[in-house]
């Protein structure tokens, strides 16, 4: 399937005041993501947190890092921004939380959505299904061998338990050109995601792969021999208008 052309993708993490998600969900859908695209960048998707009600967690992708600070500018110095910044800053209690990535290859980047984006308000044309995305944290940089060892080792079992992985990203440590917006570049990290129908699948998925003897004896204690700290995992349900669903 044909990726979306994105080679810079920020994977943001909001923390919001208790009961504001859904006030800046609205907000969102509504006035920032066909804004956003005028200026240049892809909004690829946007979800409620399903173990965090005052998370709002969303992706968005640019062409290269100079398109990215200039699409940046474009958005937040322009009108939409100005006329309704002041609404979605006050459900925020943190919006710093920012990665930095880019697709492991030319053909692990998010694939091109299956249907359009519904307009607002309009029911999409297919149900929206659960997305997990798994963020792993090493030591060291994530580099040619352990991507080799991932195809061969790691995304069979993810597979055979039922989470085929649908994108798969690693850090981008070029320079933040946008420094009005913090990103954490000084940090190695790997990111996969998967999409499943529903929760069970997502749950069934992740009892699976506890109880693989594939896994437990073999590919994760390659994995742990990397890792700086545990694993960030993100259970997230799509909004009406995300593209990723």
């Keep these: 399937m044909e990726a979306v052309r994105c080679p810079i993708v920020e994977l943001r993490q909001y923390t919001l005041h208790p009961g504001r998600r859904d006030v800046l969900i609205d907000l969102f859908d509504r006035e920032f993501v066909e804004s956003q ?19 709002f967690v969303w992706l968005r992708g640019f062409a290269d890092m100079p398109s990215r600070a200039e699409a940046l500018a474009g958005f937040y110095g322009g009108p939409v921004w100005r006329a309704h910044r002041d609404r979605a800053n006050a459900t925020m209690v943190d919006s710093d939380d920012v990665l930095l990535l880019r697709p492991c290859s030319e ?14 308000g309009v029911l999409a ?22 991507l080799d060892f991932f195809e061969r080792r790691v995304r069979p079992v993810l597979t055979e338990t039922g989470a085929e992985p649908l994108a798969c990203l690693q850090s981008e440590h070029a320079p933040n050109t946008f420094p009005a917006l913090p990103v954490r570049t000084n940090e190695e990290v790997f990111v996969w995601f998967a999409r ?20 437990r004896d073999d590919v994760l204690p390659n994995l742990s021999k990397r890792w700086a700290r545990d694993p960030q995992r993100l259970r997230l349900a799509p909004t009406d208008r995300s593209l990723l669903r």
């Design 196 to 215: 499943f129908p529903d929760e069970t699948r997502l749950t069934d998925h992740l009892n699976r792969l506890r109880n693989s003897r594939s896994w």
């Design 125 to 146: 044309a297919s149900p929206p299904g659960l997305v997990l995305a798994t963020v792993w944290y090493a030591h060291d940089p994530f580099d040619a061998a352990f």
């Design 107 to 120: 053909q692990a980047g998010f694939p091109a959505p299956a249907d359009p984006r519904p307009a607002p």
């Design 37 to 55: 695209e005028a200026a240049g960048m892809t909004v690829l998707g946007q979800f409620r947190d399903l173990d965090d009600p005052d998370r």
